[in-house]
């Protein structure tokens, strides 16, 4: 029997308390109802012949299961898109209050762009956000005078935005929202000064290598490429919240993508692990030079559990890695 927390979809909603001083935005919609992923009586699924190695898949529901295997590219984009379209309302409640509508939010530990300054200065810069969700960093940024295009794969999550871009009272913060993969930037050569996201694309996608190829030719010689992620160790370990999140169950090197599947065997969400140094690798491949890996230290005043992040988790081991590196000039 395989532990409840031995997948690695972060992204599945606890009850989280929110920021302390703040709270989630009132919507006029009811949410939807919380994805069930487990039933009260699991039943073990088979997964579907010939495309599944040997791992732990998790006895799951009469319509879907949960484990390890190959997912290419395109189906990780299908089952992510489909995944996140379903999510955006459920994410937004659940979050929307620690990210704020308008603020710049690196991961769960709660650092922030205004104190951690590293995009430099973005006055007047021309910024690229891939995988924006709602868009709250870009709208930030155009609130100190950046030129930005906030862009998502999800057409729900791009509707998040468009509902607080129509919610400012500054009209600076209405950013411009545009759908696409991170992987097919519709922009030309070097047109950016910074293109960077937090915690989007990068776990989604097999080709995270393509991802830097793609961020490093629509930037301009000197300008910066800054993405937040999972810290890979988290990989290695079940994404409980609490004491059982502090084991190590799995192997930090193996790439098997965490999959979520349906009935029929079509992934439904899938998450790609890459070491450090493979992050590292990618992006030198890329033609980027490394300049800092950010490890936030879960801070005191963050009282908040985010799906497998916790303080418990959060001040003994990394939860989040900010990669940060520029084209050469
Ligand atoms: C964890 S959310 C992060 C959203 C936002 N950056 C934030 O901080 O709240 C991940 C986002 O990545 C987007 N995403 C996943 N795969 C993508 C891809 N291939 N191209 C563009 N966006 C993608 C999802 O639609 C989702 O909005």
Not at 271 to 295: K, Q, S
């Amino acid at each position: 029997m395989v532990d409840r927390w031995m997948g690695t979809n972060q992204w599945r909603t606890h009850a989280a308390p929110g920021h302390p001083t703040r709270t989630a935005r009132t919507r006029s919609k009811p949410p939807r109802a919380a994805r069930l992923y487990a039933v009260s009586t699991p039943k073990p699924l088979d997964p579907p012949a010939g495309t599944v190695t040997p791992g732990p898949w998790e006895s799951g529901s009469r319509s879907g299961s949960v484990g390890r295997r190959d997912a290419d590219q395109q189906e990780s984009v299908q089952a992510n898109r489909s995944w996140w379209d379903g999510e955006a309302d459920e994410y937004y409640l659940a979050h929307g209050g620690f990210l704020g509508d308008a603020d710049f939010v690196w991961g769960p530990e709660g650092l922030r762009e205004a104190d951690a300054r590293l995009l430099g200065d973005v006055s007047g810069a021309r910024a690229l956000e891939i995988g924006a969700g709602a868009a709250q960093c870009s709208r930030w940024l155009a609130g100190r005078d950046a030129r930005v295009v906030a862009s998502d794969l999800s057409l729900a999550m791009l509707r998040q935005g468009r509902e607080l871009n129509a919610g400012v009272s500054d009209p600076r913060l209405r950013v411009p929202l545009l759908q696409c993969d991170g992987l097919a930037l519709p922009f030309g050569a070097e047109c950016f000064d910074v293109v960077f996201t937090a915690y989007g694309v990068v776990p989604f996608v097999a080709d995270s290598a393509g991802v830097m190829t793609e961020a490093s030719r629509v930037l301009r010689r000197g300008g910066r490429l800054v993405f937040s992620t999972t810290h890979p160790l988290r990989w290695a370990m079940p994404d409980d919240p609490g004491e059982g999140g502090l084991r190590v169950t799995q192997s930090y090197f193996d790439r098997t993508p965490y999959v979520e599947q349906d009935a029929t065997g079509r992934a439904t969400y899938v998450e790609h692990h890459r070491t450090i140094g493979d992050r590292v690798r990618e992006i030198a491949a890329a033609g980027l030079r490394v300049l800092d890996v950010v490890e936030p230290e879960w801070p005191e005043w963050n009282t908040q559990t985010w799906g497998g992040w916790s303080p418990l988790r959060g001040q003994l081991v990394p939860g989040t890695a900010i990669f940060v590196a520029e084209k050469p000039a």
